[in-house]
């Protein structure tokens, strides 16, 4: 009989377990998926005053949000043309930390830099579908603000990043996508990080790029860290494998989720791919 209780209350202490992480992975996923760093009107100052050529700008959503970024104005070259590389962050970025990167790198380009609701100067509360609402109309605000002026634009994703920039492309005319550790649906890399949870009904927000790729056919650019744990490389694959337009796949050995832009050939991809499209 002792056996027969152990298993008992073993089973009971299972069920309650899994209930507990159910229930906090349910309400607090917000917390999870969206970081939300903030950034003060002071800290935003600096970034102006550091660089010459970057200046804020705004954009106000449907529901009467604030969304605030950067746009950053071609280095060299002696042409009004723009070619405008527009660039969507991962869950726990604040966009001003890649003016440097960005300035450096790509000198020849503009880059739009806008933070998700809730991010630095950024109003409101992120969620999957206020994100791409946001995204899509920035994205025609700006080709209105800039009609005449813009000879190409390229989107830009990296990690939750990608599900939005795929999302974009998936709906807009655009001329080629570069997606650093992407994923198929964030519920699939879910399911890799809590196999023992439902995790496909208990997700509010699933960002299934799978279901949107296939409405582009424009030049692909695939980055992805051999040593990822937070996106496994077979994810990126998963999405990579489904894209029927031209694509290319680049896996960087040794590097991880974190690290992916530190690796001496992760720039020189980019910029091949943005010069050659």
Known sequence: MNWKKWLLRSGIVGIVVAALSIGLLYNFQ??????????????????????????????????????????????????????LL????????????????????????????????????????????ALYADALMIYDELQDQLEGEITSTFLMGRSLGTAVATKVASERQVDGLVLISPFDTLTEVARLHLPFLPVSWILRHHFDSQAHIGNTSVPLLVITGEDDQIVPAERSQALFADYKGPKQYEILTDRDHKNLHMDDRFWPAIQQFLDSE
């Open 86 to 129: 527009i660039f969507y962050g991962g869950n726990n970025g604040e966009l001003s930390r890649e003016i440097r990167k960005m300035s450096r790198y790509l000198q020849d380009w503009s880059v739009l830099l806008v933070n998700y609701r809730g991010y630095g100067m950024s109003e409101g509360s992120p969620g999957e579908e």
């Open 30 to 83: 917000e917390r999870i998926i969206f970081q939300q760093p903030s950034m003060s009107h002071a800290e935003a100052e600096k970034v102006t005053d550091r660089y010459d050529h970057v200046k804020e700008i705004t954009f106000q959503s449907e529901g009467g949000e604030w969304l605030h970024g950067w746009l950053l104005d071609p280095e060299k070259g002696e042409s009004e043309a723009k070619r």
